[in-house]
């Protein structure tokens, strides 16, 4: 089973659709989290996600929004769409019946 | 990463080095998404160094740079050493020679013009010997650990000035040529000298051995970007280059056989061709690479970046 920052970069990279790459996904990430994310946790979690195939990723091209860099375009698989699917039951099957409602 | 104006250029300049560590495929996404999302300063230092760190520490997992570390790195440190201490207490000897007797009476004798003539291969060639070997000790390890040169090359030069310094333990005098290599018999009034003794054979360390060999670890173009022919052409050349480096420092060439070996061995090429195999042969193929590329209309520089990234996908 994948983790929850795994869940993450997959949720954010359905999302964003073709326009996932490493800047979308660590705004959409950070939006949803509120929290900041570690660009080398974001990539070394990439490389992750990649070697396990739920995963895919290669270089775009480059734009001068980037300073004429090339992005790292990134799209899910239907194996990962499984894992995040997966996951998300698991994490609603377990918390069936809790509310998280504090007084 | 380049075109923004920042308020703090140190660490941008910071950044941007450490980044030179990555991939060039990682390296050029990584600086896009912080281009892109205007982040500068030390916040893209941290952002750089979470990357590099975690990347570093992947490769570190493997076992290719240890055994690059302990079978190629070390050795090649302490053969180097030899070789330039050989070289550094070589020309120490001429250089105390020509220095401490300065009188310009001198120079106008002919004699003292044949003698020069005949010190300065003696002087030179084992200084370029130890260059090109250097150099080509330097091309070799960034072929097999290129992403953890500085591993290996750190590990080498600290053996290189340790064993400089410090000198190689006892057992080692039987294997190598170092205990002749301070050669002081006849010599003592050079090496009473602090200077002859003990600076001098680590500025020729610094110069002719450690310069030269990060010069080469950096490889502008990587060996792997060669055609398959011309990379077994480097292979052949840097086994000839360290084939040479193992006997200059377990025969004591530079010294004793430099002029012998000519005389009694026409048959073989002389030792300054052989230690200069890897580094000719790497700056030939290198040219013709670069030549083939931009005549193809393509900028050399991106096609080895592309090159790099087939290579580690």
Redesign the interface.
């Given at each position: 089973m994948i983790g929850e920052f795994e869940y993450l970069i997959i949720s954010a990279t359905a999302r964003l659709g073709s326009e996932a790459?490493?800047?979308a996904i660590?705004?959409e990430i950070e939006e949803a989290t509120g929290q900041r994310c570690?660009?080398?946790?974001l990539?070394?979690t990439l490389d992750r996600l990649q070697s396990k195939g739920f995963l895919q990723t290669w270089?775009g091209e480059?734009?001068a929004?980037?300073?004429?860099?090339?992005?790292?375009m990134v799209r899910i698989t239907r194996k990962g769409a499984q894992a995040a699917g997966a996951f998300y039951l698991t994490v609603m099957y377990a918390s069936r019946d809790v509310s998280w409602e504090t007084r | 990463m380049k075109q923004r104006t920042t308020l703090l250029p140190a660490f941008d300049f910071l950044a941007e080095r450490v980044s030179g560590l990555l991939d060039p495929s990682d390296r050029e996404a990584l600086c896009g998404d912080l281009a892109e999302s205007g982040v500068a300063g030390i916040e893209a230092l941290h952002d750089v160094l979470s990357l590099v760190i975690r990347r570093q520490i992947a490769i570190l997992c493997n076992f290719r740079p240890w055994v690059v570390l302990a079978f190629l790195a070390i050795p090649i440190g302490v053969l180097l050493s030899v070789v330039s201490r050989q070289a550094a207490d070589g020309s120490a000897i001429y250089l105390w020679l020509y220095t401490s007797n300065p009188n310009l009476s001198l120079v106008r004798m002919s004699g003292y013009w044949r003698g020069m003539a005949e010190c300065l291969p003696v002087v030179l060639l084992p200084c370029l010997s130890l260059t090109c070997l250097s150099w080509t000790a330097g091309l070799l390890i960034g072929v097999y650990a290129r992403q953890t040169r500085w591993l290996s090359g750190t590990g080498l030069i600290g053996v290189l000035f340790c064993a400089g310094i410090l000198g190689l333990p006892h057992g080692f005098a039987s294997i190598l040529a170092l205990g002749r290599a301070r050669y002081y018999f006849g010599n003592a009034a050079v090496f009473t000298n602090a200077f002859y003794r003990a600076v001098y054979p680590q500025i020729i360390e610094l110069l002719l051995s450690v310069l030269p060999f990060f010069y080469g670890l950096r490889q502008r173009i990587p060996v792997s970007s060669f055609p398959r022919s011309g990379r077994l052409v480097a292979f052949i050349a840097f086994g000839g280059s360290i084939g040479a480096l193992i006997c200059q420092s377990s025969a004591s060439w530079v010294f004793h056989l430099w002029d012998h070996w000519p005389r009694y061995l026409p048959g073989l090429p002389p030792p300054i061709t052989m230690a200069s195999f890897g580094c000719t042969a790497y700056l030939y193929l290198a040219a013709k690479h670069s030549r083939k590329v931009i005549g193809c209309g393509r900028t050399a520089p991106s096609l080895i970046g592309e090159e790099s990234d087939a290579i580690h996908q």
């Amino acid at each position: 089973m994948i983790g929850e920052f795994e869940y993450l970069i997959i949720s954010a990279t359905a999302r964003l659709g073709s326009e996932a790459y490493g800047a979308a996904i660590r705004r959409e990430i950070e939006e949803a989290t509120g929290q900041r994310c570690s660009i080398g946790a974001l990539y070394t979690t990439l490389d992750r996600l990649q070697s396990k195939g739920f995963l895919q990723t290669w270089m775009g091209e480059p734009t001068a929004q980037r300073g004429g860099r090339a992005k790292r375009m990134v799209r899910i698989t239907r194996k990962g769409a499984q894992a995040a699917g997966a996951f998300y039951l698991t994490v609603m099957y377990a918390s069936r019946d809790v509310s998280w409602e504090t007084r | 990463m380049k075109q923004r104006t920042t308020l703090l250029p140190a660490f941008d300049f910071l950044a941007e080095r450490v980044s030179g560590l990555l991939d060039p495929s990682d390296r050029e996404a990584l600086c896009g998404d912080l281009a892109e999302s205007g982040v500068a300063g030390i916040e893209a230092l941290h952002d750089v160094l979470s990357l590099v760190i975690r990347r570093q520490i992947a490769i570190l997992c493997n076992f290719r740079p240890w055994v690059v570390l302990a079978f190629l790195a070390i050795p090649i440190g302490v053969l180097l050493s030899v070789v330039s201490r050989q070289a550094a207490d070589g020309s120490a000897i001429y250089l105390w020679l020509y220095t401490s007797n300065p009188n310009l009476s001198l120079v106008r004798m002919s004699g003292y013009w044949r003698g020069m003539a005949e010190c300065l291969p003696v002087v030179l060639l084992p200084c370029l010997s130890l260059t090109c070997l250097s150099w080509t000790a330097g091309l070799l390890i960034g072929v097999y650990a290129r992403q953890t040169r500085w591993l290996s090359g750190t590990g080498l030069i600290g053996v290189l000035f340790c064993a400089g310094i410090l000198g190689l333990p006892h057992g080692f005098a039987s294997i190598l040529a170092l205990g002749r290599a301070r050669y002081y018999f006849g010599n003592a009034a050079v090496f009473t000298n602090a200077f002859y003794r003990a600076v001098y054979p680590q500025i020729i360390e610094l110069l002719l051995s450690v310069l030269p060999f990060f010069y080469g670890l950096r490889q502008r173009i990587p060996v792997s970007s060669f055609p398959r022919s011309g990379r077994l052409v480097a292979f052949i050349a840097f086994g000839g280059s360290i084939g040479a480096l193992i006997c200059q420092s377990s025969a004591s060439w530079v010294f004793h056989l430099w002029d012998h070996w000519p005389r009694y061995l026409p048959g073989l090429p002389p030792p300054i061709t052989m230690a200069s195999f890897g580094c000719t042969a790497y700056l030939y193929l290198a040219a013709k690479h670069s030549r083939k590329v931009i005549g193809c209309g393509r900028t050399a520089p991106s096609l080895i970046g592309e090159e790099s990234d087939a290579i580690h996908q």
